[in-house]
């Protein structure tokens, strides 16, 4: 069984920065050979993409709405994905999931691609 386990989210005052972290493990679950992704839902609406890593490190895309303040990065011997998020503003609060999929980058930002979701942690930004 595959577990995703999301954690470091709180409240944060706008302007200011949290990390996140996804640690992944399961039996036959190989995190250096999966794309990882980061999603977020806001109350009442549809979970949206956030960023997505490739396997290896090498290539990575973000939603334009956090592109230039949030940077996902991982390590594959910890078997943990990070999202940075800076300069965070008050419609950056939601609860932010992050997710698995095979290793391909073809429609990366459909939440429909992937395959394994954490629990999510919540983020809050005061203004």
């Known amino acids: 069984q595959v577990q995703l386990a999301e954690s470091g989210g709180g409240l944060v005052q706008a302007g200011g920065s949290l990390r996140l972290s996804c640690a992944a493990s399961?039996?036959?679950?190989?995190?250096?050979?999966?794309?990882m992704g980061w999603f977020r839902q806001a109350p009442g609406k549809e979970r949206e993409f956030v960023a997505v890593?490739?396997?290896?490190?090498?290539?990575?895309y973000y939603a334009d709405s956090v592109k230039g303040r949030f940077t996902i990065s991982r390590d594959n011997a910890k078997n943990t994905v990070y999202l940075q998020m800076n300069r965070l503003k008050p419609e950056d609060t939601a609860v932010y999931y992050c997710?698995?999929?095979?290793?391909?980058?073809?429609?990366?930002?459909?939440?429909?691609?992937?395959?394994?979701w954490g629990q999510g942690t919540q983020v809050t930004v005061s203004s």
């Open positions: 399961g039996r036959h679950f190989t995190f250096s050979s999966r794309n």
């Open positions: 890593i490739r396997w290896s490190g090498g290539t990575t």
């Open positions: 997710a698995a999929r095979a290793p391909s980058m073809l429609e990366y930002s459909n939440k429909d691609n992937y395959n394994y």
